[in-house]
T-cell receptor, first 113, second 115 residues
Framework: AQSVTQPDIHITVSEGASLELRCNYS??????LFWYVQSPGQGLQLLLK??????LVQGIKGFEAEFKRSQSSFNLRKPSVHWSDAAEYFC???????????FGTGTKLQVIP | DSGVTQTPKHLITATGQRVTLRCSPR?????VYWYQQSLDQGLQFLIH???????AKGNILERFSAQQFPDLHSELNLSSLELGDSALYFC??????????????FGPGTRLTVL
């Protein structure tokens, strides 16, 4: 069965600082990996996805993520955080041919001035 | 705007009642997914429909049911409501292509409060 672990429940960073949110997945074959962002009171918005090919994936809002098969990780990064990035971030894993997507428990990002 | 619409936005009801949540997928999407998001359980997958047929079930209670209609909109029915059913209910839709491309687009959610 596929699963996702986001070990950090809450992260606080200063505006302008770099950000890395951790995600580890468990799946027997090549996974589909996603990062979603949820602002307060809003639905989830897709930031980026990895299906195959280049392991460094660029997304919207200046985010990127790197797929590392050897570490079963798909960490999300941003070089310089803006106050508007404060939100909750969800990593998710899906399976080829199987429409079920499993979400992690989320990481809440707080940005301080 | 993801293109997925959900109604109502808010719903307040009493224990023991029955409610229906509605979702319209993005134009062209055949798949609809329902999720429940609560503080203690996180984002939980409930059920998936593809072109009117149930494809997968997750942690959906027997008191809950769903269907997808010929026009592809979907409804989630929640009955014999309990306090613990208070949550955000999200609908998502996706295009199912050969090979399983399953990027999901989420609606804004329905906030259900059971008093």
């Amino acid at each position: 069965a596929q699963s996702v672990t986001q070990p950090d429940i809450h992260i606080t960073v200063s505006e302008g600082a770099s950000l890395e949110l951790r995600c580890n997945y468990s799946y027997g074959a090549t996974p589909y990996l996603f990062w979603y962002v949820q602002s307060p009171g809003q639905g989830l918005q897709l930031l980026l996805k990895y299906f195959s090919g280049d392991t460094l994936v660029q997304g919207i809002k200046g985010f990127e993520a790197e797929f590392k098969r050897s570490q079963s990780s798909f960490n999300l990064r941003k070089p310089s955080v803006h106050w508007s990035d404060a939100a909750e971030y969800f990593c998710a894993v899906g399976a080829r041919g199987n429409q079920k997507v499993t979400f992690g428990t989320g990481t809440k990002l707080q940005v301080i001035p | 705007d993801s293109g997925v619409t959900q109604t109502p936005k808010h719903l307040i009801t009493a224990t023991g009642q029955r409610v229906t949540l509605r979702c319209s997928p993005r134009s062209g999407d055949l798949s609809v997914y329902w999720y429940q998001q609560s503080l203690d359980q996180g984002l939980q997958f409930l059920i998936h429909y593809y072109n009117g047929e149930e494809r997968a079930k997750g942690n959906i209670l027997e008191r809950f049911s769903a269907q997808q209609f010929p026009d592809l909109h979907s409804e989630l029915n929640l009955s014999s409501l309990e306090l613990g059913d208070s949550a955000l209910y999200f609908c998502a839709s996706s295009v199912d292509l050969a090979g399983g491309l399953n990027e999901q687009f989420f609606g804004p959610g329905t906030r259900l409060t059971v008093l």
